[in-house]
């Protein structure tokens, strides 16, 4: 692979490509990794808390539903409607397409455009999936449970109407955010790895590209439970200078790896704008 890190050589080369791409809804990152994420791809979004991470899915959910791609977004840092008070901010108006939450007791009307699995969403499924074990005998899905996460993905796919019969696939590529995954192992960081390839294993389609978020650790400024990167296609790493040093936030990007992609090898520096988003800076 050329070891040219210029912006310039990535836009020469994605001539020659034939992958099927997603667009990440960020002009800069598109461009620096050949046009997109390859349909289908893995990408870790890793990264300390306030780096920006959130609102890359964000931008990523807002390009699939301006591209006409169902959208699952799964959240356990915050409630659906923070997030969309927070992209409104930044010019992306989630509340323009139709909306579904699996926590909701009432059925969507119409196909939604986006299935919300927030942690009422992954409580309510858990207490349907302990109550098909049956009270004796049967064991209790927890609420932060892989399993669990897995139902409701499922679940989210069924009411999209885009799973395959015999649940094998999906008839429609959908765009996948879980925000974050670390979540799921923050009592068990040592288990991150086999949680990753439970999660890949039972819900990676080729007609799904996903992110999924990693915290990082304040302490160490290293990824919280080991795993993730490991099963990744992708990894876009953010972090910032020692605010207590610089005395002002600066915030960076990187993209660490790729599959099938000649990308840009050099840090941006990321921007959030009010009523824009994110913007990236190529640090030459």
Request: proline share 3%; net charge neutral.
């Amino acid at each position: 692979m050329p070891t040219d890190s210029s912006l310039e050589h990535v836009k020469k080369t994605r001539q020659r490509e034939e992958v099927a791409r997603v667009s990440t809804g960020i002009r800069e990152l598109d461009e620096a990794i050949e046009g997109g994420v390859p349909r289908g791809s893995w990408v870790a979004i890793t990264g300390e808390p306030g780096t920006g991470k959130s609102i890359l899915c964000m931008h990523f959910a807002w390009a699939g539903l301006r591209g006409s791609d169902p959208v699952v977004y799964v959240t356990t840092e915050a409630e659906f409607r923070d997030v969309v008070r927070q992209a409104r901010q930044l010019g992306m108006d989630f509340e323009n397409y139709s909306i579904h939450d699996i926590s909701s007791s009432r059925e969507p009307q119409e196909t939604p455009q986006i299935v919300v699995v927030d942690i009422f969403g992954l409580l309510k499924v858990a207490r349907q999936l302990s109550e098909e074990q049956g009270e004796e005998g049967g064991r209790r899905y927890a609420v932060l449970e892989i399993q669990t996460l897995v139902a409701a993905i499922r679940e989210a796919y069924k009411i999209l109407g885009v799973l395959r019969e015999g649940g094998k696939g999906v008839t429609k590529h959908v765009r996948l955010v879980i925000d974050s995954l670390s979540a799921f192992w923050a009592d068990k960081p040592a288990m991150a790895r086999k949680y990753s390839y439970d999660l890949k294993v039972s819900t990676h389609r080729e007609n799904v590209t996903s992110y999924l978020v990693s915290q990082y650790a304040m302490t160490t400024k290293s990824t919280f439970g080991f795993g993730l990167e490991h099963i990744a296609d992708g990894v876009f790493h953010l972090w910032m200078d020692d605010v207590e040093k610089s005395r002002e936030i600066r915030r960076y990007m990187i993209i660490k790896k790729l599959r099938m992609t000649n990308h840009y090898r050099k840090a941006f520096k990321l921007e959030i704008e009010p009523g824009y988003g994110v913007k990236l800076v190529p640090l030459e």
